[in-house]
């Protein structure tokens, strides 16, 4: 039974059994190739790992059965995302936009795109809107706030940040974001107050999941943050590994200020790599938040 076989590769999905997942949602589509809640599960899971091309060819097979689908045409927006085709994606999303309007994921994906082309006041637009429809999700609340601070409305990005790191309890970014944008304005206590948080949800992500990695470009950046504020004996950070250094779709956290990173996990700019950390130390520029797309299986 197909949809049974399908249902099952979900509820895997959900679980993060993304073996089990995989084998169950090929076996649907071995008994019906066009079975396009199986293309479209199978197609997302390709697309979070990076097989973008691949993905796109099985959401092909998918747009000839459900072409009025949503869920596909957010993913294909944020295949070519991850492709680096901004205003094809944008294309998409909207597409995906005019069909569900109060979806709130497709929302974010819009604000994360604009973002990415550093058009922050169209930001400002989805990732508000999102906000109304989601209003629980810090993320959301700190994407916004990155928008803001570009926009130079920095008591509304502040309250945007204390917004985001109230509601979240387990993305370390959102701390590590806050404390940059407190030491640029001049809060180092502050920032020494987010860069510790930050440090205990890394702990508590490490002893959660043993597997658990991190993006080297966060690495980079909580290391050069460490520095700035004179902790850098006291980081939980370690660099990764050759095999990481070797993973495709990672930016260097080195890159010239205002360069798109353009992966599927990083956006913006990023800090300008600091030659020593001295009391001096100047950080002009912004770690952007490392977002993932997020993508609908269903």
């Avoid at 049974?4 to 076996?27: D, I, S």
């Avoid at 589509?29 to 993905?55: E, R």
């Avoid at 990732?127 to 993320?139: K, Y």
């Amino acid at each position: 039974n197909t949809e049974l076989l399908t249902t099952l590769g979900l509820l895997f999905l959900q679980l993060g059994k993304y073996q089990k997942a995989f084998e169950h949602l090929g076996n649907a589509l071995t008994f019906d190739p066009n079975n396009y809640k199986a293309i479209l599960a199978a197609g997302s899971m390709m697309q979070t790992h990076g097989d973008f091309d691949v993905a796109m060819n099985k959401y092909r097979v998918a747009a000839c059965a459900v072409p009025e689908s949503p869920p596909l045409w957010n993913n294909i927006g944020m295949c070519f995302f991850g492709k680096k085709k901004y205003v094809a994606a944008i294309s998409c999303l909207k597409r995906a936009h005019y069909l569900s309007p109060f979806d709130w994921k497709v929302l974010y994906n819009l604000g994360l795109v604009h973002l990415t082309m550093q058009q922050y006041a169209s930001a400002f637009h989805f990732l508000s809107a999102a906000i109304n429809l989601n209003p629980r999700m810090g993320e959301l609340y700190m994407l916004l706030a990155v928008a803001l601070t570009n926009l130079e409305d920095v008591e509304n990005a502040t309250r945007a940040y204390e917004q985001a790191v109230t509601l979240d309890e387990s993305n370390p970014l959102v701390n590590l974001n806050f404390a940059i944008f407190l030491y640029n304005h001049g809060d180092k206590k502050g920032a020494l107050d987010q860069y510790q948080e930050m440090e205990r949800k890394v702990n508590q992500l490490r002893d959660s999941s043993s597997n658990f990695e991190f993006d080297i470009e966060l690495v980079d950046m909580a290391q050069k943050m460490g520095g700035a504020l004179q902790v850098a004996e006291s980081l939980v950070w370690t660099k990764p590994g050759k095999d990481s250094k070797s993973k495709p779709n990672s930016a260097a956290a080195t890159k010239t200020p205002g360069a798109p990173l353009g992966t599927n996990q990083a956006l913006g700019q990023a800090m300008s790599s600091a030659a020593s950390y001295n009391k001096n130390i100047q950080i002009t520029t912004w770690l952007s938040p490392i977002s993932k797309s997020q993508e609908l299986p269903f």
